[in-house]
C-alpha cells in the first residue's frame, strides 16, 4: 500500500509563489513516477507536471511552463511542485499521484490540497 500526502496550499495573490510537498509512504519501490494535476471547479482535473523517481526531464503542461518547477528528494520519499508567477486561473485543488513501471495510469492519489489565487 502507498500513501500520498499533501501540504503546502493556500491563498495567494496573483504573482505569488507558493510550494506543495507530497510525502510518499507505505511500499514507495512501487512507485516509478510522480506527478501533479490539479482540478478547477467545474472542470476536468488535468495534468500539471510529471517526473520519474530516476531521473530523466520532467513533462510540463504548456499553461505552466517557466513558472512552475517540480523536484523530488529521494531520501525524504517527497515530491515538491514549487509555483511562481501564480495566476487566478491556477486556482484549482491540486493532486500528487504515483503510477507503477510499465502502466500509464495514475494508481496512488493524494487527498489534494487548495491553492487559490486571488487577482
Known amino acids: 500500500q502507498v500513501q500520498l500526502v499533501e501540504s503546502g496550499g493556500g491563498l495567494v495573490q496573483a504573482g505569488g509563489s507558493l510550494r506543495l510537498s507530497c510525502a510518499v509512504s507505505g511500499r514507495t519501490s512501487s512507485i516509478y513516477a510522480m506527478a501533479w494535476f490539479r482540478q478547477a471547479p467545474g472542470l476536468e482535473r488535468e495534468f500539471v507536471v510529471g517526473?520519474?523517481?530516476?531521473?530523466?526531464?520532467?513533462d510540463y503542461t504548456n499553461s505552466v511552463k517557466g513558472r512552475f518547477t517540480i523536484s523530488r528528494d529521494n531520501a525524504k520519499n517527497t515530491v515538491y511542485l514549487q509555483m511562481n508567477s501564480l495566476k487566478p486561473e491556477d486556482t484549482a485543488v491540486y493532486y500528487c499521484?504515483?503510477?507503477?513501471?510499465?502502466?500509464?495510469?495514475?494508481?496512488?492519489w493524494g487527498q489534494g490540497t487548495q491553492v487559490t489565487v486571488s487577482s
Open positions: 517526473i520519474s523517481w530516476s531521473g530523466g526531464s520532467p
Open positions: 499521484a504515483g503510477r507503477e513501471i510499465f502502466k500509464p495510469e495514475y494508481k496512488y
